[in-house]
């Protein structure tokens, strides 16, 4: 194959950063951290309009209302799909247990983006496909790492050919998690690869499509009790070119910010691009967001210039990619469920790699 032929040359349409022509109404469902710190500032900074906003705990969705000049407020799905717009959006902010009955109450044929991941396991990934084809849902996953600003300048220049063949992709984070602030993965038999690798994978695969194999480890803190694994390698083997696409985590990086890392690295045949994704680093708080460029044969790293950063702006992509795709402005969504269920087969991969424990050494005998 050709580097022309190869896929992170020819990105989908809908990775381009563009608005919809025309923004539909959209109802958030759910009303928890990740929708005050990512969805409605996305929205209100796109001028996406949101038309209601579902929590069964009202109170919390009455206090988001009143920030983000939401005008209806419901206390369960059903209530808003009675009352709302014919071609409103639905955006299913809540964990993957609660997917399959908030998805059962929207109208058969709605436009829906799912909070990632597509479930806790593969099975459940199916399972919730299944239902949304059943239900002829245009379904997407904001797996929305896709849209981050940094990674479309650099998809951008990948495609260009800025880079040559991309031979070498590396994911890195070493930082210090601070797991309280998200009680609910306390006691979840799967967390690092399906609540947090997932973004990654889903990125590699958003470049060069699926793997042929995965190799994984996966691993708990042995002072972290409560908390499942935390620690992760994972390698996605692309049969037939000369690439290297590793994933690696660990969230105990507890010794402070002086050697902590977080990056995406990509490296080519004529050089290599490198985004910092400041978010994890000091989290929440964050530290800066930085992409640069170097290019072979020729010393340093020139910085690129890029507007936004993950939070909040790739939330506008992810939704954007939806709603363009709905209204026919690009012809392929490469966030639809049917896409991320390769992903989540990617993370059950890895799992089983993690419990199959590597091949054994085979040592001589000898007399």
Same mark, same amino acid.
């Given at each position: 194959?050709?580097?022309?032929?190869?896929?992170?040359?020819?990105?989908?349409?809908?990775?381009?950063?563009?608005?919809?022509?025309?923004?539909?109404?959209?109802?958030?469902?759910?009303?928890?951290?990740?929708?005050?710190?990512?969805?409605?500032?996305?929205?209100?900074?796109?001028?996406?309009?949101?038309?209601?906003?579902?929590?069964?705990?009202?109170?919390?969705?009455?206090?988001?209302?009143?920030?983000?000049?939401?005008?209806?407020? /419901?206390?369960?799905?059903?209530?808003?799909?009675?009352?709302?717009?014919?071609?409103?959006?639905?955006?299913?902010?809540?964990?993957?247990?609660?997917?399959?009955?908030?998805?059962?109450?929207?109208?058969?044929?709605?436009?829906?983006?799912?909070?990632?991941?597509?479930?806790?396991?593969?099975?459940?990934?199916?399972?919730?496909?299944?239902?949304?084809?059943?239900?002829?849902?245009?379904?997407?996953?904001?797996?929305?790492?896709?849209?981050?600003?940094?990674?479309?300048?650099?998809?951008?220049? =990948?495609?260009?050919?800025? =880079?040559?063949?991309?031979?070498?992709?590396?994911?890195?984070?070493?930082?210090?998690?601070?797991?309280?602030? /998200?009680?609910?993965? /306390?006691?979840?038999?799967?967390?690092?690869?399906?609540?947090?690798?997932?973004?990654?994978?889903?990125?590699?695969?958003? /470049?060069?499509?699926?793997?042929?194999?995965?190799?994984?480890?996966?691993?708990?803190?042995?002072?972290?009790?409560? =908390?499942?694994?935390?620690?992760?390698?994972? =390698?996605?083997?692309?049969?037939?070119?000369?690439?290297?696409?590793?994933?690696?985590?660990?969230?105990?990086?507890?010794?402070?910010?002086?050697?902590?890392?977080?990056?995406?690295?990509?490296?080519?045949?004529?050089?290599?691009?490198?985004?910092?994704?400041?978010?994890?680093?000091?989290?929440?708080?964050?530290?800066?967001?930085?992409?640069?460029?170097?290019?072979?044969?020729?010393?340093?790293?020139?910085?690129?210039?890029?507007?936004?950063?993950?939070?909040?702006?790739?939330?506008?992509?992810?939704?954007?990619?939806?709603?363009?795709?709905?209204?026919?402005?690009?012809?392929?969504?490469?966030?639809?469920?049917?896409?991320?269920?390769?992903?989540?087969?990617?993370?059950?991969?890895?799992?089983?790699?993690?419990?199959?424990?590597?091949?054994?050494?085979?040592?001589?005998?000898?007399?």
């Amino acid at each position: 194959m050709s580097p022309d032929d190869l896929p992170e040359r020819h990105p989908a349409a809908a990775y381009t950063p563009a608005p919809p022509e025309r923004p539909r109404p959209i109802v958030v469902i759910g009303a928890g951290g990740i929708v005050k710190d990512a969805h409605l500032p996305a929205y209100r900074k796109a001028g996406y309009p949101v038309w209601g906003i579902v929590n069964r705990t009202v109170e919390r969705a009455d206090a988001l209302a009143a920030e983000f000049g939401i005008e209806h407020v /419901f206390g369960t799905v059903e209530a808003a799909v009675a009352a709302a717009p014919a071609d409103a959006v639905y955006d299913i902010a809540l964990m993957p247990e609660q997917y399959e009955a908030a998805l059962e109450a929207l109208p058969d044929g709605a436009p829906v983006l799912i909070q990632k991941p597509l479930g806790h396991s593969l099975e459940q990934g199916e399972a919730l496909a299944a239902l949304c084809r059943r239900k002829g849902l245009v379904a997407a996953v904001n797996t929305q790492l896709r849209f981050a600003p940094y990674v479309a300048e650099a998809r951008r220049l =990948i495609a260009a050919g800025a =880079i040559g063949e991309v031979h070498d992709l590396e994911v890195r984070v070493s930082v210090d998690t601070p797991w309280h602030l /998200f009680p609910h993965v /306390f006691g979840m038999e799967r967390l690092e690869l399906t609540m947090h690798s997932v973004h990654y994978l889903d990125l590699v695969r958003s /470049f060069f499509g699926d793997p042929g194999g995965v190799s994984a480890v996966t691993r708990r803190h042995p002072e972290k009790t409560d =908390i499942a694994t935390t620690r992760s390698t994972i =390698i996605l083997r692309y049969r037939g070119r000369d690439l290297r696409a590793v994933v690696s985590t660990n969230h105990d990086h507890d010794y402070g910010p002086a050697h902590e890392e977080s990056f995406i690295k990509w490296e080519g045949t004529k050089g290599a691009i490198r985004a910092q994704l400041g978010l994890l680093l000091d989290y929440p708080r964050g530290r800066e967001d930085s992409l640069e460029l170097a290019v072979a044969g020729e010393k340093g790293w020139t910085p690129l210039p890029f507007e936004g950063s993950w939070f909040p702006d790739a939330f506008i992509g992810s939704m954007g990619a939806l709603q363009r795709y709905v209204e026919g402005s690009v012809d392929t969504l490469p966030t639809s469920v049917e896409d991320v269920l390769h992903t989540m087969a990617v993370v059950e991969a890895a799992y089983e790699s993690d419990e199959r424990e590597g091949v054994p050494l085979r040592v001589a005998v000898t007399s």
